[in-house]
């Protein structure tokens, strides 16, 4: 109460012409509710130093954070309102489109061939992902991971149905890794990293030529046609801080671990292998989001074709 009377104070004392322009804008404005995960490299920096907020400020807009432990359930809390704006793999949107949400591509990572892998434990009699035939696979159901285990069955020969998938969040994935529950996991950074550090495993495949591994920025396309000049300045701060890190690994890990609880050499792994850089989603983008959608059709993972250019950004 006493800061809206202070407020209320301050209008009184400014002329109504100089007034009336902050009011319309808020009424127009309202809050960005982001939704991020620990693969959020960009946004997680953003959050610790402040900057959206700061920037989206004048613009009318609060900012809010909600953590989740991987993009499909983030995307199932853009199809419920509780985000309106998401950071996912290149997976997550394919059956958020499929299911009717109406989604939009905001903007795209430059591919991340080296962060999401199929491990297997050092001692395991399993040396390539054809030796996957029969066996148990974690991996999160939606995820950039779930597509990199199919695209790497693909290419060695194997259906989808030659293994038995085990549809896991990161957690429970590496708990039924580490106890033996399952004989592989699929997975992505910083998970990957973590466990690197923790188990000896190997590395089966990664996304390199399987693969782009782009991770988006998306919105719903309601909000997104109502906030276009905030999304921007939002891109914006993205571009600016994934131009800092690269010089700046080290001391980007430190701030993250502080921020989502992983020991900082374990990011600083994630972040030696990353690549960086944020830009406009191209048809060609497109184009590989459509081969997704195109393989999960195939798989009987989405119950219909979807065009994936219909979620451009226009």
């Known amino acids: 109460m006493k800061r809206r009377t202070l407020l209320s104070a301050a209008a009184a004392a400014i002329p109504a012409a100089l007034v009336l322009p902050t009011i319309s804008r808020a009424a127009t404005a309202g809050t960005l509710k982001i939704g991020y995960q620990k693969a959020s490299t960009s946004l997680v920096l953003l959050k610790t130093r402040g900057w959206l907020e700061k920037k989206l400020a004048p613009l009318g807009y609060d900012v809010s954070w909600a953590e989740f432990p991987s993009g499909p359930p983030i995307l199932e809390a853009l199809s419920a309102g509780a985000v309106n704006f998401a950071y996912t793999g290149e997976t997550p949107p394919i059956f958020s489109q499929a299911s009717g949400t109406p989604i939009v591509y905001i903007a795209a990572t430059v ?21 996957l035939k029969g066996k148990k696979v974690a991996v999160a159901k939606g995820s950039n991971a779930h597509y990199l ?161 219909d979620a451009a950004w226009g």
């Not at 962060?115 to 054809?130: D, F």
């Not at 549809?167 to 992505?188: C, E, H, K, M, N």
């Not at 690549?275 to 989405?302: E, S």
């Open 111 to 131: 591919p991340h061939p080296h962060e999401e892998a199929i491990l297997v434990k050092a001692g395991s009699p399993i040396t390539s992902v054809a030796g």
């Open 149 to 309: 285990l199919a695209a790497a069955l693909q290419k060695a020969g194997l259906g989808f149905t030659d293994i038995t998938p085990v549809y896991l969040a990161p957690a429970d994935a590496r708990a039924a890794f580490q106890t033996g529950a399952v004989d592989a996991w699929s997975i992505w950074d910083p998970f990957f990293a973590a466990e690197q550090a923790a188990t000896p495993v190997r590395v089966l495949a990664d996304a390199k030529n399987l693969v782009p591994n782009h991770f988006f920025y998306l919105s719903r396309r309601d909000f997104a046609t109502q906030s276009r000049t905030a999304l921007e300045a939002v891109i914006g701060q993205v571009q600016a801080i994934e131009a800092w890190i690269p010089a700046n690994k080290q001391a980007a890990a430190t701030e993250i671990s502080a921020s989502i609880g992983l020991p900082a050499p374990v990011l600083l792994t994630a972040l030696e292998r990353g690549t960086f850089g944020v830009n406009k989603v191209t048809p060609a983008i497109l184009a590989d989001q459509q081969k997704i959608a195109d393989l999960f059709y195939k798989l009987h993972l989405i119950p219909a074709p979807l065009t994936v250019a």
